[in-house]
């Protein structure tokens, strides 16, 4: 079952934080987090693991709940480049390999 | 180093066609994927290879085949195209290695059907 992300859509000026939430109904073995900028290919961003976490890609982390079946994708201190839909992937199985994306939030960081 | 790569871009089918979308990477990546991303969605899998010389089902399989001929290239096989199947393609490889796991897409085949 998909992941649901929320908001769908935020808007923020340079500079500010941002928090993307991902939940899902089924208990979690890894979350996946990616970036897509329009018309352009998803950029895997980073992957946080049952028990532990790997590190982050530039200014942005993550958390993972296991016992919520949660993460969050926190962005600090928002530049221009961060503009894009960012999309969380949730695998159930520990394969790496059957992982369910959420239909994205769609973030737009404006002067 | 290209990464992944995919032909072709775009592509324009009837109804009914037959195509096949090739997909290949040279990151030495033991697993390969194919994707489809409809308007406004997320990623749905389509099929995927664990390692070379085994394919297995994903969400959405059905009026797909898939080959994967070696370690670097995995193709995918639209039979007999129907307009459901207008959607970007997206082929990706990753790999864990040394407790790292990284994640690469090609630049997505546009495929529409009339």
């Known amino acids: 079952q998909q992941p649901v992300q929320s908001p769908q859509a935020v808007i923020l000026r340079e500079g500010e934080d941002a928090v993307i939430n991902c939940s899902s109904s089924k208990a979690l073995y890894s979350v996946h987090w990616y970036r897509q900028k329009h018309g352009e290919a998803p950029v895997f961003l980073m992957i946080?693991?049952?028990?532990?976490e790997q590190k982050g890609h530039e200014k942005i982390s993550a958390s993972f709940n296991e016992k919520k079946q949660q993460s969050s994708l926190y962005l600090t201190a928002s530049q221009l480049s961060y503009s894009g839909t960012y999309f969380c992937?949730?695998?159930?199985?520990?394969?790496?390999?059957?992982?369910?994306f959420g239909t994205g939030t769609k973030l737009q960081v404006i002067p | 180093n290209a990464g992944v790569t995919q032909t072709p871009k775009f592509q324009v089918l009837k109804t009914g066609q037959s195509m096949t979308l090739q997909c290949a990477q040279d990151?030495?990546?033991?697993?390969m994927y194919w994707y489809r991303q409809d308007p406004g969605m997320g990623l749905r899998l389509i099929y995927y290879s664990a390692s070379e010389g085994t394919t297995d089902k994903g969400e959405v399989p059905n009026g797909y085949n898939v080959s994967r001929l070696n370690k670097r290239e995995f193709s995918l096989r639209l039979e007999s195209a129907a307009p459901s199947q207008t959607s970007v393609y997206f082929c990706?490889?990753?790999?864990?290695?040394?407790?790292?796991?990284?994640?690469?897409f090609g630049p997505g085949t546009r495929l529409t059907v009339l």
């Open positions: 990151m030495n990546h033991n697993s």
């Open positions: 992937g949730t695998d159930s199985s520990g394969g790496y390999q059957k992982v369910t």
């Open positions: 990706a490889s990753n790999s864990l290695a040394s407790g790292l796991f990284e994640q690469f």
């Open positions: 946080l693991l049952k028990g532990g």
